[in-house]
């Protein structure tokens, strides 16, 4: 298990009106099905915005499940810097440095 599945949330003024914003694109679309993706590092905020937004979509009435790919890497992130130096960063940095059969 990696250790942000344990992770506590402190979710500040930036992610209520970062994600009051994407909410407000989402409910303009209003379609069947939606995808929405947040990228960042560990550490940047995703979780945070991620549940005010599904919180704020369920308000609206609108069903949203957040998957944090964070717990899907194949290398724990402090671990990360030093093997994305070692296998050289443009060889291993995206989609490949996940364990997409676990997601």
Do not use: C
Request: avoid cysteine; aromatic fraction near 6%; glycine fraction near 6%.
């Amino acid at each position: 298990m990696f250790a942000m599945l344990e992770d506590v949330l402190l979710i500040a003024d930036k992610h209520r009106q970062a994600a009051a914003a994407i909410v407000e694109e989402i409910l303009k679309r209003r379609i069947t099905k939606m995808v929405v993706a947040i990228s960042g590092e560990s550490g940047s905020g995703k979780s945070e915005l991620t549940h005010v937004i599904a919180k704020s979509l369920r308000k609206e009435g609108i069903f949203a499940k957040p998957i944090h790919i964070d717990n899907f890497y194949n290398t724990l992130p402090l671990e990360r810097t030093e093997w994305r130096t070692k296998h050289g960063v443009e060889n291993v940095v995206g989609i490949n440095e996940y364990r997409w059969d676990k997601v």
